[in-house]
């Protein structure tokens, strides 16, 4: 009896498993091209550390702002203010103090041939001794007046009782003026009177007016006192602190 042969069968489990194997490996090939990619299970990117915060984005650019204009200093120009290069050149020509009623003319004059300044006679006239300063320039202006002419008393003769701070106007040739205030006003004897100090044309701007006041010498041919009235320019007149005495003390005092 012959035996029957077993190699067909086993040809055909080879050709199954080797079917079966390529069937596989292409399954598992379609999986890996497939598969998204993560890249937590790369051996690589295990090995970067990951921060622990997220990287912050760039800040916007900030916008452009306008610089602030500078203040308008709303402050008014001080028109009071003294002008320290101001010359002034016009010849005094008129005398007023309201306080006094007093609206005179202003005659120049000059020193007799001993120095004293010089008065023009009359009552109504006011003399301004030309070698002193022009009222309103650096120095002294001084101006004198006579208290009565001819038994008439003129308006400067209550000088005296003037008040700190009254007014005293200079109107000049050109028409321009200016006005004084009243800072201090002295009596004087005459024979203790500081002349030197009183007829100092130097220093700073200043108005001085003196005139006699009673009683007369008959001896002497004139007044026993001089009235000394000090005025300085409206705009840098202070008020001073304490008041100024009207009446100084007597050297025996």
Not at 142 to 157: E, L, P, Q
Not at 188 to 200: K, S, V
């Amino acid at each position: 009896m012959r035996r029957r042969s077993t190699r067909l069968p086993v040809a055909i489990f080879v050709v199954l498993c080797t079917f079966v194997a390529l069937l596989v490996t292409g399954i598992v090939l379609a999986n890996n091209v497939l598969a998204p990619y993560d890249p937590h299970d790369s051996d690589e990117m295990s090995q970067i550390p990951v921060p622990l915060t997220p990287t912050p984005s760039p800040s916007p650019a900030p916008e452009p702002t306008l610089e602030p204009e500078p203040p308008v200093d709303a402050a008014l120009p001080d028109f009071f203010a003294p002008d320290e290069e101001r010359q002034i050149t016009e010849i005094p020509a008129r005398m007023r103090i309201p306080a006094l009623s007093l609206d005179y003319g202003i005659k120049s004059m000059g020193a007799d041939e001993y120095g004293t300044m010089q008065v023009a006679p009359g009552i109504e006239v006011v003399s301004w001794f030309d070698r002193s300063a022009i009222p309103g320039n650096e120095g002294n202006a001084i101006f004198g007046a006579h208290n009565s002419w001819s038994g008439v008393r003129s308006k400067v003769y209550k000088l005296d009782e003037l008040e700190i701070g009254d007014e005293l106007e200079i109107e000049y040739e050109d028409g321009t003026c200016l006005v004084f205030l009243l800072e201090s006003v002295f009596v004087y004897e005459l024979r203790t009177a500081p002349a030197q100090l009183i007829m100092d044309t130097e220093g700073e701007a200043r108005l001085t007016l003196i005139t006699c006041k009673a009683p007369f010498n008959t001896v002497t041919g004139t007044s026993d006192n001089r009235i000394v009235a000090i005025f300085k320019e409206e705009s840098v007149f202070v008020y001073p602190d304490p008041p100024v005495m009207k009446f100084p003390p007597k050297e025996n005092e």
